[in-house]
């Protein structure tokens, strides 16, 4: 069976009726989105999500970014039933989780992980790598998929680690960031030029079709894969 993927940074400041538009359009079977909200009425993603038929697991955090508390986490959302949810813990110093959910397609389990690394600007960082390994020891190795807006460029050590183990469904490393100034000052709005955002399966599971989306919903792209359950 082909399952589409979809993952997107979402943005807490995203513009929501851009965001809601892309997603029903492009009508994915698995969305795994980060920065969602759960607490602004505004905003809510996962009630759109809902009346579109989604099931969904879900781990909120809270996080002050330029003294700024934000409360916000790593969602999936599936067309198939969820059988089981969990958050995992990658670093308590600076919270970052992971979701898991244990999806029911056909007569077996598909494992999807969403999450979100911790911005270091796209500098070297060992608490980012250790949220790597971190993930790294948590993700079954077969029949599991990975997604996420790792905040990571391919050469960074968080990457290498993660490519060392997963399947990287990208070959060719597009861009996926950014597309407005804010929270990326050294970048060149002209062109989109660095990748953060990352689809990984486990080895055992073919990909085709790798996209990166259109939309100025969010700073960050979405992406998305086709993969063979």
């Known amino acids: ?21 892309f997603i029903k359009n492009f009508n994915a ?13 505004e905003r809510d993603i996962i009630g759109f999500l809902e009346k579109l038929g989604y099931d969904y697991a879900f781990a909120s955090t809270l996080q002050t970014w330029d003294g700024k508390k ?21 670093s308590e110093e600076n919270v970052r989780v992971a ?7 056909g007569n077996q389990i598909l494992h999807v992980f969403s999450t ?45 680690l993660l ?5 990287d469904t990208d070959k060719t490393s597009s861009p996926t960031w950014s597309v407005y100034k804010a929270g990326c000052e050294l970048c060149n709005l002209d062109k989109i030029t660095i990748r953060l955002d990352y689809i990984f399966t486990t080895k055992d599971i073919t990909s085709s079709f ?11 792209l979405p992406v998305s894969t086709i993969i063979e359950v």
């Open 1 to 21: 069976m082909k399952v589409k993927v979809l993952s997107w940074n979402i943005w807490v400041d995203g513009h929501f009726d851009e965001i809601t538009h």
């Open 29 to 41: 079977d698995i969305i795994c989105l980060q920065e969602v909200k759960d607490n602004d009425s």
């Open 70 to 90: 934000y409360k916000h986490g790593p969602a999936v959302f599936s067309k198939f039933t969820i059988k089981n949810s969990r958050t995992y813990m990658l």
């Open 99 to 105: 979701v898991r959910a244990d999806i029911n397609i």
């Open 116 to 160: 979100h690394l911790m911005h270091t600007h796209q500098k070297s960082s060992e608490e980012q790598e250790e949220q790597a390994r971190n993930l790294i020891k948590l993700i079954p190795n077969k029949r599991s998929i990975l997604t996420g807006d790792f905040n990571a460029t391919p050469e960074s050590e968080a990457i290498k």
């Open 163 to 167: 490519n060392s183990v997963f399947m």
């Open 210 to 220: 790798f996209e990166v989306g259109q939309s100025r919903g969010s700073d960050h």
